[in-house]
């Protein structure tokens, strides 16, 4: 019951001064709460730390350099200030793996909940740190050049930036619970193929709106004060749609692979 409270008072000043550095609006900081309470029941302050990295990583990347982020900024749904749709799209899943951790004893959950951490640092550093890429990047879907920004769009700095997010929390990982190398590389694959998915999942299925006064394409629902236009996608599946799919699938995979090579 002490270690509750206890836990409870770390996740809750965690988030208090997360909402402080506008890292996280209200309501993320209430769901910041959950999962991060989760977090600390399921795997201790191991794997707290691991998704401390992975949030103060992120928040970092997706302040710096703001100036030249502006064309970019113009077609995400997202801001740098997290809501709870964004905590629960990257933190839900290792909420709940570190959960069913805790509960089963069974190390397939821990991997798991490694690999769910791994994918959301792995697109989010790719993002964040993509759309600072010099030239313009190439659309998966088209092949063409497209504008810094855009959902399914690849460029070689946003890839790098991607493998080094999910080599970043499968190294910490191995350090903090001893993990072997081979299961050390297959939470950084898997993290790694879930910002592929993602991107995938942003090209093929995501909706995409334009804005009929000025004509650009954008994630957002409303733009120059008047309600967008669906163009492209599934109405339903936005951005954080896509965040929670491609951790869930990599997610599984992972717990499928380790199930059949333990
Ligand atoms: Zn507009």
């Known amino acids: 019951m002490i270690k509750a409270i206890i836990y409870f008072l770390i996740t809750f000043a965690g988030a208090l001064f997360a909402y402080k550095e506008k890292a996280l609006s209200q309501s993320g900081a209430i769901a910041a709460c959950f999962v991060g309470f989760a977090v600390l029941i399921g795997t201790g302050w191991r794997g707290f730390l691991i998704l401390g ?20 900024e113009e077609k995400l749904a997202n801001t740098s200030r997290r809501n709870w749709a964004q905590v629960a799209a990257n933190g839900g899943a290792p909420a709940v793996f570190s959960l069913v951790y805790a509960f089963t004893s069974n190390e397939v959950f821990l991997y798991a909940f490694f690999v769910s951490i791994a994918a959301a640092a792995s697109d989010t550093w790719a993002s964040e740190l993509g759309v600072l890429s010099k030239g313009r990047p190439v659309h998966i879907a ?3 050049r497209c504008a810094p920004g855009t959902s399914g769009a690849i460029s070689s700095f946003g890839t790098a930036a991607s493998a080094a997010g999910a080599t970043l929390i499968a190294f910490v990982a191995f350090f903090l619970f001893n993990l072997s190398v081979p299961v050390m590389l297959m939470i950084g694959l898997f993290g790694l193929l ?5 991107t995938l999942l942003g090209a093929f299925v995501q909706v995409e709106y334009t804005c009929p006064v000025c004509g650009i394409q954008t994630e957002k629902k409303e733009h120059c004060l008047g309600r967008t236009i669906r ?6 599946f936005n951005n954080e749609a896509v965040n929670s799919t491609s951790i869930l699938i990599v997610s599984f995979l992972c717990i499928i692979t380790s199930l ?3």
């Open 231 to 236: 163009v492209s996608g599934v109405t339903w």
């Open 194 to 198: 879930g910002s592929v998915a993602d």
């Open 260 to 262: 059949n090579i333990t």
């Open 142 to 144: 088209t092949l063409k």
């Open 53 to 72: 990295l992975f949030f103060a990583s992120s928040s970092f990347f997706s302040t710096y350099k703001k100036h030249l982020k502006k064309t970019a």
